[in-house]
């Protein structure tokens, strides 16, 4: 059987959820949005939501924190998977593309895809390997310095972390839940829900132009939102940080680097968190790893995978670290 | 995010009929997420949503739409939710028309008040559907036949102005109101 995208299994995930979001509104079942989301009493609250109307309202709220503890725990044993299979606004920041890499960003990139991209199949590999056989650059390409596996990730404070605390330094001076206002996953859910009001209810509303509005402005505005100012992620990072089950592993027999010495950035390159999993030292840390699978999808090698358990013993024959 | 915060916190927001046992706005708003739970559990279709222009914090947080449906306190919004946003009250049940009906003791959602220079019966002739529904005998007529709102027993079911045909029967006035309406309890202090 024909393997499917990561892209298209991420997109039937997100589909499924918000089938389920909607049919719970239609059906009266009060399931709610991924504000919060459950049944009757049971409920799994956004983390950040949680951690908000503990700081408004100054008050202990049995409910919120066994579902924020939970959540957070959850988040330390399987990673940030909320933000590629489950978060909307990761499928919709691909209708709003970036600039494209930032030139200089210390890798030959153009080098890279052009590999990628022309060796799929053997010769074309052995043809690039052999016009890099120079030895000194070739076993500096080898040399692969991958996360060691089994060990929690180092966790870099960056901008989403600074506006993590303001929104709840917001919260605790004007006591409510600041960061919900422009929230853009709150904010689909609701323009989903403002359109349902207008055709069921006939009740047309300023939040029909208004949410979607303030979605896209985000989405555009901060082109990278998810990595520079999502603070749900950055609460998510910090627990993420001590995942290390599903951790993308390269197999070095197979990986046109290790193996052949080819200059192939095609896994770094599709990384969205900018994790590259050949130098642990200069990546982001693997932490951030959403699950996303796009590295898997884009190496032309299928090098590699995502074991669920790590493993420790590393590939013959291969330079490596541990 | 502190600016955000300070706008948020800056412009004025009026009095919302908010869904039973988030009377206490503060407190409510501190922790309502936005999450749609409560209207999407509600058996009546009661509970809606609050728009933009009803305020920039409140949009988004559930709001009585009493043209929608009418509270009957089943606890069922409470129920969802687990913020606490919305807290529990207690109910005691009663009968009402051979029907089980709750009497909610400790929460009022609003209060119902008769717009004089609307309402069929205090404008034109004898009508009696907000009388005939009112659970809590909140309702009764003067001696001209007119409704009169008991403001002790009312609760702001609001299933009087849910009732109310004066849209129907009279749409050539205009407007959105009907002739009886819940208001906050504030503004009804306030009259």
Known sequence: ???????????????????????????????????????????????????????????????????????????????????????????MR????????????????????????????????????ETAETPGTDEDIRHSNPYPAGRVSNVKVDSRHWILGGALVSTAIFGFPVFCLICPVGLTFATIAAFWRLFDLNEPSWAL??????????????????????????????????????????????????????????????CYEEIDLHHADTSEPIGECTKCRECSDACPVHAISFPFLPKKKPAPGVVSEE | MLGLGGVGAALPSGNLLRPPGG??????ISKCLK???????????????????????????????????????????????????????????????????????????????????????????????????CPYEALSRDEQDRPVVDETKCNGCGICEYICPLLSLRSYLGGRTRGIEVLPTEEVEAL
């Open chain 2, 35 to 133: 999450c749609d739970r409560c209207r999407s559990v509600c058996p009546t279709g009661v509970i809606g949503l609050a728009h933009p222009e009803d305020g920039f914090l409140a949009a988004r947080t559930p709001v009585m739409k009493f043209h929608d449906g009418e509270c009957v306190f089943c606890h069922k919004c409470t129920e969802v939710c687990s913020a606490g946003a919305l807290t529990p009250y207690v109910t005691e049940a009663s009968t009402f028309n051979d029907k089980e009906v709750l009497v909610p003791e400790d929460v009022v959602i609003g209060i119902a008040v008769v717009h004089k220079d609307r309402c069929i019966a205090w404008t034109h002739a004898i009508c009696e559907y907000c009388k005939d529904v």
């Open chain 1, 209 to 270: 132009l208004i949410f979607p509005a303030i979605i896209i402005l985000e989405l555009v505005v901060f082109r990278k939102w998810c990595r520079k100012i999502c603070p749900l992620g950055a609460l998510m990072s910090l627990m993420s940080s001590l995942n290390i089950l599903n951790r993308p592993k390269v197999d070095e027999s197979a990986c046109l680097r290790t193996s052949q010495g080819i200059d192939c950035t095609a896994c770094k390159q599709a």
């Open chain 1, 94 to 129: 691909k209708w709003f593309p970036g600039r494209k890499k930032a030139p200089g960003s210390g890798d030959s990139a153009g080098a890279g895809s052009a590999a990628a991209s022309s060796s799929g199949g053997g010769p074309a590999a052995d043809a690039v390997a």
């Open chain 1, 1 to 91: 059987m024909k393997r499917m995208k990561a892209s298209t299994l991420r997109a039937l995930a997100l589909g499924a959820v918000l089938l389920l979001v909607v049919a719970g509104g239609v059906f009266k079942a009060g399931t709610g949005s991924l504000s919060m989301f459950g049944y009757k009493t049971i409920s799994a609250i956004c983390p950040l939501g949680s951690l908000e109307a503990l700081v408004a309202s100054k008050t202990f709220l049995p409910h919120v924190v066994i579902s924020l503890v939970l959540l957070l725990l959850a988040t330390a044993l399987l990673g940030r998977i909320f933000c590629a299979w489950i978060c909307p606004v990761s499928a």
């Open chain 2, 23 to 28: 009377q206490d706005e503060g407190s409510f």
